[in-house]
């Protein structure tokens, strides 16, 4: 795990409240070695879910924004955990917090960083956009709307565009009672076989 992979900071009673609703959310991004072609790429879990008044949920996209296929889906016991797993060069991690209507947004670009000899490559992640205390109402998020960040001094501070739908998707997962689906990453397409 990097400790520097930058993630949300809640306060340790929330924490405890998410642990007491069992809703567990994995954050960190790994460097890991494919041993076939000895190449390094980035792991990552999507994971989280909701009750009624509070949640937690991490998705991962491309960078542009996009959606990524599954590595492979987890099923557990427990809703609200690990969802599925995903391995990419480069990876966008959309994290989110909810206390009623009230939202913390984390945006976040990770890439490996310098190859060397013999080392697990460090994770450089870089924060692309922080929201604090959004707010939806539970009649806008049946839309599939948004939250709605402010700067300090009262104006909106609008989610960069390219990623506004990154932002929808781990919306609907942070309000997930007792999620067990992935809301970001998606099913691989199946191969295109020859006779057709």
């Not at 900071?9 to 929330?14: M, Q, Y």
């Not at 072609?37 to 509070?54: C, F, K, M, N, Q």
């Amino acid at each position: 795990m990097n400790a520097r992979t930058p993630r949300l900071v809640l306060p340790k009673p929330f924490l405890r409240r998410l642990e007491g609703a069992c809703i567990y959310c994995q954050t960190w991004v790994t460097a890991e070695r494919q041993a076939r072609t000895g190449r390094w790429v980035l792991r990552a879990v999507e994971s989280g879910g909701s009750a009624r008044d509070i949640g937690r949920y991490i998705g991962f996209f491309a960078i542009s924004g996009g959606r990524l296929p599954w590595l492979q889906r987890l099923d557990r016991i427990t809703a609200s955990g690990v969802h599925a797993v995903t391995v990419a060069d480069e990876l966008l991690s959309v994290e989110m917090a909810r206390c009623d209507q009230t939202y913390q947004l984390l945006i976040a670009a990770h890439r490996l960083g310098p190859m060397q000899e013999l080392k697990r490559p460090p994770v450089l992640s870089t924060v692309v956009y922080r929201g604090v205390d959004g707010q939806l109402s539970p009649e806008l998020r049946q839309q599939g709307l948004t939250p709605e960040f402010f700067n300090r001094a009262g104006e909106v501070r609008p989610i960069p565009e390219r990623y506004v739908e990154a932002v929808r998707l781990v919306t609907a997962g942070v309000t997930c009672i007792n999620c067990r689906h992935a809301h970001a990453l998606v099913e691989r397409p199946a191969p295109i076989s020859a006779a057709s």
